[in-house]
Nanobody, 119 residues
Framework: QVQLVESGGGLVQPGGSLRLSCVASGSIVRIFAMGWYRQAPGKQRELVAGITSGGSTNYADSVKGRFTISRDNAKNTVYLQMNALKPGDTAVYYC?????????????WGQGTQVTVSS
């Protein structure tokens, strides 16, 4: 069984910062890419940021320069540092991991964590 558990969401004022964490646990052989997606009410889920096992990153244009994704391979953990938050960043943020749990690559999702940016 593989689980992805996010933490770090909450309510923050515009211009503030939050740091999300996601830990992958279970019978993991290898983790390939990890990433963060978000889904706002009435909108489709969208990629926020991704990171490969080698550390290459990519970001949605809307968060470039404000968000930073990183990972600790030893801890099977991915982070999302979010700065200069805007009300438009309000969404449920989901962790995503492409990993091998013994049966070949498969994509797993966390349960999501709410981020609300409001004054």
């Amino acid at each position: 069984q593989v689980q992805l558990v996010e933490s770090g969401g909450g309510l923050v004022q515009p211009g503030g910062s939050l740091r999300l964490s996601c830990v992958a646990s279970g019978s993991i052989v290898r983790i390939f890419a990890m990433g963060w997606y978000r889904q706002a009410p009435g909108k489709q889920r969208e990629l926020v940021a991704g990171i490969t096992s080698g550390g290459s990153t990519n970001y949605a244009d809307s968060v470039k320069g404000r968000f930073t994704i990183s990972r600790d391979n030893a801890k099977n953990t991915v982070y999302l540092q979010m700065n200069a938050l805007k009300p438009g960043d309000t969404a449920v943020y989901y962790c995503n991991a492409r990993l091998d749990a013994g049966s070949g690559p498969y994509t797993y999702w966390g349960q999501g964590t709410q981020v609300t940016v409001s004054s």
